[in-house]
């Protein structure tokens, strides 16, 4: 099978076809650079953002749109329900030189959905239609959308959304091929993205479950899609895109020295103290640390014991014992990328 080079998005190429999806808690500025660092991120994309907050001046989610140079090709995703204000959300992402703004239409916490906006979307059409219409009306970016497969077993109307976003000038369609009563039990259902593929002439990506090259690549030989999203199996493997795309172009898998990684985490802390203050620090360095710091013999108890840590400055000597020991005994590539369901947590605040 030849996998697919890159992707088009309204004619704008980007390679390789692989992108960071959108993480609330997670995919904030200083974790894009470090996943961009790390290779083979073909487009990045924001946490959602309130179109509520943006267009109420909320300094936090104008904050959210800042990102650095290195980071593009980046999509603003933004979500809301109230047509002029996500018209308006839009051109403020605009003017934010995204390269594209996307439409988030599948965060299934309630908070996002009893405002009318997330996934209850899906169950609304001629609201998504009036907003995809107002919107794509008012910025010259491309505007792309993201969608779940549909509000619950019953109603799975993910093609019926999909020729709706390709009529209403969407440029790009990612499916999540879960429902959002779904949450994130279960598996994804990639065949919805076949399915997908098969009526629209837009760009399709899929999104869901993926935490290997494998099963990358396997996804895009069962569904044709132009492009697969990659989201939690990036926290604890940063490398996966590089890694996806090397075994697509059947290179050997890069395997980032502890040395490496190690740096890498450092680095992380370095562009969150540049974002935020020590406390939310702090927070961020557990949250990838309990993700990051698997598949080393005996490492465990140092990752509780980071987990438990009052400051980084606890943290570090940790680190670097797990570092030492990654040295001696290596680390288990299927170890590290193991599923772990504890990040859904976080997602959207829910
Ligand atoms: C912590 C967390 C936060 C998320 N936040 C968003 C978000 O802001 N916007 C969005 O479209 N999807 C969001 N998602 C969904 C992911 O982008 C992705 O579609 C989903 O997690 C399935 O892919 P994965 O198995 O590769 O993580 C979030 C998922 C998680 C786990």
Redesign the pocket.
């Known amino acids: 099978m030849r996998y697919p080079e890159s992707f088009e998005i309204a004619g704008r190429k980007l390679s390789p076809p692989l992108v960071l999806?959108?993480?609330?808690?997670?995919?904030d500025s200083p974790f894009r650079r470090v996943a961009k660092k790390c290779g083979g991120v073909g487009l990045i994309?924001t946490?959602?953002i309130s179109v509520e907050g943006l267009t109420r001046g909320n300094l936090r989610s104008h904050e959210m749109m800042r990102y650095k140079p290195e980071e593009r090709p980046i999509a603003i995703?933004i979500?809301g329900y109230d047509i002029e204000r996500m018209r308006w959300g839009a051109e403020i992402a605009e003017e934010a030189a995204a390269d594209f703004v996307?439409i988030?239409c599948?965060?299934p916490a309630k908070k996002v959905v009893n405002g009318g906006g997330g996934s209850n979307l899906l169950r609304d059409l001629p609201q998504l239609k009036k907003i995809l219409t107002e919107v794509k009306r008012a910025i010259s970016i491309p505007m792309t959308v993201?969608i779940r497969a549909g509000w619950d077993d019953k109603t799975i109307n993910c093609i019926e959304v999909a020729k709706l976003i390709e009529d209403c000038g969407g440029a790009m369609i990612?499916l999540?091929g879960?429902t959002r009563v779904q949450g994130?039990k279960g598996w994804?259902n990639w065949d919805l993205v076949r399915e997908i593929k098969n009526n629209v002439s837009i760009p399709v990506s899929g999104?869901?479950?993926?935490?290997k090259p494998e099963e990358a690549m396997r996804r895009f030989e069962e569904t044709g899609a132009d492009a697969v999203?990659?989201?939690?199996?990036?926290i604890s493997n940063p490398y996966i895109f590089r890694q996806t795309w090397e075994a697509m172009n059947g290179l050997p898998r890069y395997q980032p020295p502890p040395r490496e990684m190690h740096e890498l985490l450092l680095e992380f802390r370095d562009n969150l103290r540049e974002h935020m203050p020590e406390r939310g620090v702090i927070g961020r360095m557990k949250m990838l640390s309990a993700q990051f710091l698997k598949g080393v013999r005996d490492g465990a108890p140092i990752r509780t014991a980071v987990l438990r840590s009052n400051s980084v400055e606890d943290m570090e000597p940790l680190f670097e014992e797990y570092f030492a020991l990654a040295e001696v005994h290596g680390i288990d590539a299927e170890l590290q990328c193991a599923r772990d369901e504890s990040?859904?947590?976080?997602?959207?605040g829910a």
Do not use: W
Not at 21 to 27: D, Y
Not at 207 to 211: E, M, Y
Not at 343 to 348: I, M
């Open positions: 999806s959108p993480m609330a808690g997670v995919t994309v946490e959602f995703q979500f996307d988030n599948g965060c993201k990612t999540h879960r994130y994804a999104s869901g479950d993926i935490v999203h990659i989201g939690r199996g990036a990040a859904e947590l976080a997602e959207c």
